[in-house]
């Protein structure tokens, strides 16, 4: 049996009666109006809207728990689609939609490695074994349960498949308030912290920068070639440093691996120091901009820069 849950909603009528029968049970997250206690469905109340719909996936009797909290096209189809690829292997299966946002996307796959190889990790519509839920601690904030699903619960496969929703769903929900949930699931998961250790690489590399151009100046060799050397030598030094504590949980073993992330952190952090080198100059030359104020600017962009091509690039799970 496969478990429905849906918010209750105008299209609600309907999403019951599509699906009738022994092969599914609905699950309203919602109190029932009193002419509506006669349908086909359990309806459960909690505090909001996350706990309700959490309360139904708890109380769901079916083998596969189906949640569809925007009206999608032709829902038994689709909810039959996510089962066969079920069948076919997968433990979570998404509705992948057509439209997305590309700067949630980026934050997501930034924040959480698990949802990086998705198209789309924020879906309103999704198909689950029960068991991936078990004993998966869920505190989501709205309807957006699929994120909380993929860093907390227990599968190994995730399949998506292309589905249309009808209309994007009208619940009150706060993006700043998700915006931080976000930020604290993701301080749990490691990734702020993350970010924090590859800040004080930075620092560090920076000083020995400046320490191994000190000294190579003071031993008469030419600035371009004591410049060449320092810098290469603070790229690999914080290559090393971050490859064996900032992201010692990924990349694969061995050599050749070392090697090829090492080509990949050079050219990003090549790539870093050139727009720090051309927005020092534009801000200062178009701008006005005091020279070392354009420079601080750069230096935050080429960080930034860093961080998102190291994180999503040279240590890509």
């Known amino acids: 049996m496969i478990s ?24 309203v997250a919602g109190s029932p109006h009193k002419n509506m206690r006669h349908l086909n469905a359990r309806f459960f109340s909690e505090d909001d809207m996350a706990s309700s719909l959490v309360r139904c996936m708890r109380e769901c009797r079916g083998s596969h728990i189906a949640v569809i909290t925007n009206p999608v096209a032709e829902a038994l189809k689709c909810v039959e689609r996510m089962r066969k690829k079920c069948d076919h292997g997968a433990d979570i299966v998404i509705g992948k939609r057509g439209k997305k946002s590309r700067a949630a996307k980026m934050f997501v796959s930034l924040m959480f ?5 998705l198209d789309d990790p924020l879906s309103d519509i999704f198909l689950l074994k029960s068991d991936v839920i078990k004993n998966a601690p869920l ?13 907390r619960g227990n599968y190994e496969h995730v399949a998506e498949i292309p589905v249309k929703i009808q209309e994007e769903n009208n619940f009150n929900e706060s993006y700043s308030a998700y915006s931080l949930h976000l930020l604290k699931v993701a ?5 702020i912290l993350r970010f924090a250790k590859f800040g004080l690489v930075g620092i560090l590399s920076v000083l020995l920068n400046e ?12 600035l371009a070639l004591a410049s060449i050397l320092s810098i290469e030598s603070s790229i690999l030094f914080a290559f090393l440093l971050n490859d064996m504590w900032t992201f010692r949980d ?9 090697l090829k992330r090492a080509a990949k952190f050079n050219a990003a952090s090549l790539a870093g120091l ?10 200062h030359h178009i701008f006005g901009m005091e020279p070392l104020r354009a420079n601080i ?21």
């Open 187 to 191: 301080w749990e998961g490691g990734e």
């Open 4 to 27: 429905i849950v849906i918010p209750y909603r105008q299209d609600m009528l309907r999403m019951v009666e599509e699906f009738e029968g022994d092969d599914y049970e609905v699950l």
């Open 250 to 258: 990924r990349g694969e073993r061995g050599l050749r691996a070392l």
């Open 139 to 151: 505190h989501p904030i709205g309807a957006k349960l699929l994120l909380e699903i993929l860093l």
């Open 274 to 283: 050139l727009l720090n080198f051309f927005i020092l100059l534009f801000l």
């Open 211 to 222: 320490m191994l151009l000190w000294l190579l100046l003071e031993n008469g060799m030419y």
């Open 297 to 317: 600017c750069g230096i935050a962009a080429a960080f930034i820069w860093n961080f998102l091509a190291h994180n999503l690039w040279t240590w890509r799970e």
């Open 113 to 117: 490695p698990k949802a990086r190889a």
